[in-house]
């Protein structure tokens, strides 16, 4: 299948085109805590979270499960590229960006301007900067790859420390 990003409008945060319902699970990650949620179809959100994590439960659509299922191959190690039915919500330019960074390979990076020389507006690397802060689904869509200039490391959302692990673990 393949990832899927399907472009769409902002949407309002308790339902979809279709008034579905919006699904979360836990997943206890090597770097915290995270929440996945999702449609029964697609998967909305990835996040780093504090605290405790509710893992879930037998109502939660079964992509929610699979995706965590492949999170944690991919910190085992066991998995480089994801299978899953992505549906985030943001503006236009934001999907565009997305969907470049879907492009990156696992273990490689790019600079923002990079990314902005690749969507067409080589001038844009800030407004990549700030549509890669808006990532909703942390890791599948890999903003850590995402370095500035010369290599720094620089704006990530779940805070730098997880950014650096997160390029550490793909490089081994």
Known sequence: MGVVLQVGQNLPVF????GEEIFSVGYLSPLGPMRIWGLTSSILGVEFGEGDVTLGHDSVPEILLVCRSQLDAYFRDKRQIFDLRL???GTPFQLKVWQELLRIPYGE????ADVARKIGNGQ???AVGLANARNPISIIIP?????GKRGALVGY??????KQWLLDHERR
């Open 15 to 18: 339902g979809d085109k279709q």
């Open 87 to 89: 549906e985030p919500r």
């Open 109 to 112: 990076t790019r600079s923002y």
């Open 124 to 126: 844009a690397a800030r």
């Open 143 to 147: 903003c850590h790859r995402v370095l």
């Open 157 to 162: 959302g779940g805070e730098l420390w997880r």
